[in-house]
């Protein structure tokens, strides 16, 4: 009697197994269907291998449903005509394939409700699908998409993926929000685009979506990359007046940087990493001049930085920012120390010996400016010929309140002049004869040391701030965005009355 229950319960179980293995591939063929119903979606190649091998089939279709979701999410639609029959072609196809993933998931939800990743595709795709298509339910009925993401937050509260989707649908209906779901808002916002990967695509939307710039700004975190970022967007409207205000926080931004920077590297010098502590220090030098107020940690920096040789790329950024600190030297303070500048020329004038000869002559050291002018094939002598101060005399005869056009030197995106101001003033008046692109913003050097950010626009003379004092300058003008530039005539402002 035992014997024959025990048979009958094997031939149950194993029908059981029959029928279930019977279930699972007709639902691997379903998945397969439906990620097949998906082209021309570019999905990724293992997906369908992952959702092959799931075991579950719950867990099997909302793999299949977040990776269709999740390539729609990323894919960006063509740049078709707006109501052209391609472009309404397009948005249907995605609508209908966000759609069916939506589906997907809501069955997979009601066998599996402490899955956060279902209500995440159901409110993500629904949302996605409505905009693509603008469908006005979008709008007038949001709860469609706006609750399942806020139950997908509420199932994960430590899950970034369903803030990131709320941020962005948030900031396309930015217009349109209450000012209390806009506060809401902006820290998903704010949390959205301190992340790298996210702020992608999420600070393009915004910065088209918030209007006001001051309140689109409090969003953007206190990063040099992401304030590098939102320049760029706005150079391509050619905003640049924002490009401008960006710029001057990028500055800002990188001078936070650099002092953690600065901080980071005596960690690792403290902690016996040498060469780790001497990469960060060298990086920070590199960049000190792009912060705002540099010279504090060029100084430090430099002081502090393990003795040790550069590679070749590090030696490239250093003799690039070596211009501004020699300019520094000839015609202000010098920022370094004499041996601190031999230390630094010595590194920079493995890419550009040149300027390691002048820097090691600035700094009195002599058998390495020698070294230095043989491999420039120069005569030894001829770079410090040219820190050789002008006399008195031909300062007095070369001293004026105004110069002409004619001589500038371009380098590039710079163009710099010297020139022997006769009296001291509040600052100067360049032309513009010429832009490209209209206008520019141009950051602007005397003597080495940065005095701001300023928009020029050819035909219009912009006046700059800087305080000239009687003597020799030198005054540097650098196209950051909407070059090349051509500065004209320049004259000395008069002395407020």
Known sequence: MLRTALALLALGLAAAAVVEAAAWRAEQARLAAF??????????????IEVARESDPARARLRAARGVFA???????????????????D????????????????????????????????????????????????????????APLEAARSLAPGRFEPQIVLAHAYTR???VLSPEKRRFALGLIRRGLADLYARQDLLPAWLAAAGDRRQTFAAIPDDPEAWAQARQIYNQ??????????????RRALKTRLAATLEAARREVRRGDVDGGRDLYLALIARAGEADDGEPLLTLAVDECPAGRAD???????AAALGWILDRCRFAACPLGPAALSRLARLAGEADPAAGALAAHLAGDLDLARSFEAR???PFGEMQELLARPTPELLAALSAEAWPEAGWTALGIRARRELVASRSAPGVEVAWPEITTGSAVVEVRLDGRFFGTFVATAGTP????????????????TAIDGGPVRPGALRLLAAPA
Do not use: C, Q
């Open 237 to 250: 409207k050619h905003d640049w007046p924002a490009m401008r205000d960006a710029r001057v926080r990028f």
């Open 173 to 175: 209906l930015w217009p």
């Open 71 to 89: 390539a729609e999410l990323s894919r960006h639609p063509p740049d078709l005509p707006p109501g052209s029959p391609a472009a309404a072609a």
């Open 312 to 318: 070749a790329a590090t030696a490239t950024n250093l």
């Open 376 to 378: 420039a094939g120069r």
């Open 91 to 146: 948005a249907s196809g995605s609508a209908r394939r966000l759609a069916a993933a939506a589906s997907l998931a809501a069955t997979t939800f009601a066998e599996l409700p402490a899955a956060w990743e279902a209500p995440l595709v159901i409110g993500g795709a629904t949302y996605l699908g409505r905009l693509r298509t603008e469908d006005e339910r979008l709008i007038r009925a949001y709860r469609d998409w706006e």
């Open 35 to 48: 990620l097949a119903a998906s082209a021309p979606l570019a999905l990724p190649d293992r997906l369908a």
């Open 462 to 477: 912009l006046s700059l701030p800087v305080s000239i004092s009687p003597g020799l300058h030198l005054l540097e003008i």
